[in-house]
């Protein structure tokens, strides 16, 4: 994972809440974690990753805070931290 992932990632779970992020940063740090992405209809999309699955709003602009909050539990249950993958 190179440093702009891992920086997106770490963004994910600052506090206070960071909702400056945009959601392609975002798929690009789940694809490198080794997630499977599928578009659902409208502008929805489903992840995959270490058995668990979850779908996401995809936005053209930076996401709000409560999706911030769905992307970071989705994380947690999966197992991924920030502290895996230090600045």
């Known amino acids: ?4 992932h891992r920086k ?3 963004s994910l779970f600052s506090h206070p809440l960071n909702a ?3 959601f392609k940063e975002i798929e690009h ?3 490198e974690l080794g997630a499977e992405i599928d578009n659902k209809s409208g502008s929805r999309i489903g992840v995959t990753l270490k058995g668990h699955t979850a779908a996401f709003h995809h936005t053209n602009h930076s996401l709000p805070k409560d999706e911030v ?3 970071r539990k989705f994380l947690e249950t999966c197992g991924i ?5 230090p600045l």
């Open 8 to 10: 997106v990632l770490h």
């Open 20 to 22: 400056n992020i945009d």
């Open 1 to 4: 994972m190179n440093h702009r």
């Open 81 to 85: 931290t920030p502290a895996d993958f």
């Open 69 to 71: 909050v769905q992307i």
């Open 29 to 31: 740090v789940l694809l």
